[in-house]
Structures are given as C-alpha cells and as structure tokens.
C-alpha cells in the first residue's frame, strides 16, 4: 500500500454524540500513608486489584484491593533484582507483569499474583520508550533508543522477557516516534508526542500516516519563550480503540484561559495552584483508523480533567485531589453519550 499522509484538523468524535470519563472507584482514602503524584501510571490486576507509581513515589510501587484500599509497597528505590531506581510503567500479558524503569533499560518480571521472577537487563538498548502486551508472542513490545541515542526499534519478547524478535524502523523521519502499540494482523501503530500517528505492517513497511492538529500546534516551533497561545498539546497515551477499529490517541494541553500566558506566568498560575496541573490543563481524545486511501480521522472530544487509558477497552483513570491536598487515582470507564447536535 502507498504512504498516504494527511493533516486533519479537530471534529466531532461522532455526530450527535460525545465521550465522558464515569468514576467507579477512587484508590486510596484520606488517612493512607501516600498519594500519587502528576503523572500517575496505573495497572488493572481485574480481581487481584491495582498497581500505581508516579514521578512523587520514585521507585516505589503502590499496591491497591478492587475496592480501592491501600494493602502495600510493592518495590523499594534501588539498583538491585527487583528495585527501581525511578518511576516504572506497566504492563500484563499471560506470563506475567512487567515493571519498565523510565529512561532506563531494566525490566522487572513478577508473576500475576505480585511474586517476584527476575530483572534483565535489554540487550543494545540504553532507553526503553513504551511497553504494552503483544498478543502475538503472549509477551510484551517494547520500545527502545540504541547507544548513540537515534537508533529507534521495537523489541518483541516472550512471556519470559527474552527478546522473539528485533526490528529497527530505518526511517530519519520516523525517529520522532516516542510510542507504539500491537494492532490487529500484526500491524503495529506509532506515534509522535506532536500527534504523528503511524501505521506499520509486521514488517514494519509504512502503511500510511497521519499528522493530527493538536491544540496550538499551528505555526508553533520550539523552543518557545513567549505566550502560551499557539504551545502545543502533547500525545501521552495511544490504546486501541475499544471496538477495535483503528486507534485512540490521548493528548494534553494547557486550557483556552491561559493561552495568553507566557511560560513563566503558567508556570507561576501552576503553583499559585498548589502545582494542580488539572485545574490548567485540559485532556482531549481522538479517534484514528485505517480506511481505504489511507489514515483518517474519525472524530475528537476533550475532557476537562486529564484523563488517561487504563489498559485495553474503555478503562480509564485521573486524578483527584482530596480536601487535605492529597491526591488520588480515580479509576472509571469512557462512556459515549448522546449530544445535543
């Protein structure tokens, strides 16, 4: 197939219709001993509960039941089998649960029930990006940056963390990428923090492309010193669409009423706020499939809490500050509902 390349602005998500984020359970109560931080990365265990980290506990990992009650820390900040020396992400296949370090290249494997397996180092990566369950090996894709920093490649490991297969996506222009995740047939998707969604098959030979308009982005280069008006939304989180046809992106961005502030002044309004990146930051959702002459854009909305995915489906999560100025993951589901239009 072709490379088919398009640039496509914001509509609707579906005509008539609209996405909201329904809270079922928040984890955590006033009187536990910790709370996540900004950027709070969370894992559904299904009956076996849930597993939290954040930029604010380190290399510490929360253990949650699935009525939300705090049971225990998992890890412990450290360099040694099993300790993290920062902030890990998620992700569970059939061998397991795996703890990906940020900016770094360890892997920690612990069984479904939380029982330690081992920690291995990725072999010729120094960064690991992105990790997400691949249904083709039972295992994991992991995304990672060579040695000099702009080799880019996908790992795919089996149920026991050993590397199945490597490729590298041998493009300059593609080395922006920053996340990608299994689809259906093998394909692989791909995006860029500024919103360029990319499709690949097994082999990684481009499919198509999409360059999507996120807020702000039009006429925006970096650095930027002046007014926030025109600082662009970044993409956080891709998932697979819940019904399975194409993609789900997920981008953040300063909200409309401070688009005249500078960088300084925001970031002055971000700590007159008790440093609530919430109360000024707005989430929004776009919906990308495959179609006949190429990627194209399904429809968008936006919420005004920073909702994120939570593992595949509909699940979702925020945060959720507490009248003592702690803050807790509220952990729901992303329900359309019928709009006025």
Known sequence: MSVVLNTVSAIQLCAGCAVEFESRVTLGAIEDPTGPGFFAEVLDMGDQGYLVSSEALGGVVIVYDSEGRYQRELT?????????????????????IILMESGFARLHLY???????????????????????????????????????????????????????????????????????????????????????????????????????????????????????????????????????????????????FVELSVDELRDEVMANNSALERVADAYLYWVRLEPDGLTLVGMDHFDTLVRPLGDGDLAYDILETPDGNRRVRVGRLRFTKGSG
Do not use: H
């Open 111 to 257: 069984t479904s029930d939380l029982e330690f397996i081992r920690t291995l180092q990725v072999p010729g990566a120094v960064f690991l990006g992105s990790i997400q369950p691949n249904p083709a090996t039972g295992g994991w894709l992991v995304t990672y940056r060579g040695e000099d920093f702009t080799e880019v490649g996908i790992l795919l490991l089996d149920q026991e963390g050993n590397v199945v297969r490597s490729m590298q996506t041998g493009e300059e222009s593609w080395r922006g990428l920053a996340s990608f995740i299994p689809g259906t047939d093998g394909m692989i998707w791909g995006s860029s923090a500024f919103g360029m969604i990319v499709l690949f098959d097994e082999d990684l030979e481009l499919l198509g492309s999409l360059q999507l308009e996120l807020p702000g982005t039009e006429g925006w280069e970096a650095p930027r010193t002046g007014p926030v008006g025109g600082y662009p939304a970044q993409v956080n989180d891709i998932r697979l669409a819940p019904d399975g046809s194409g993609l789900w992106v997920f981008a953040m961005a300063p909200e409309e009423r």
């Open 76 to 96: 412990r900040e450290g360099e040694g089998p099993g300790e993290l020396r920062t902030q890990p992400r998620f992700a569970s296949g059939p061998g397991g």
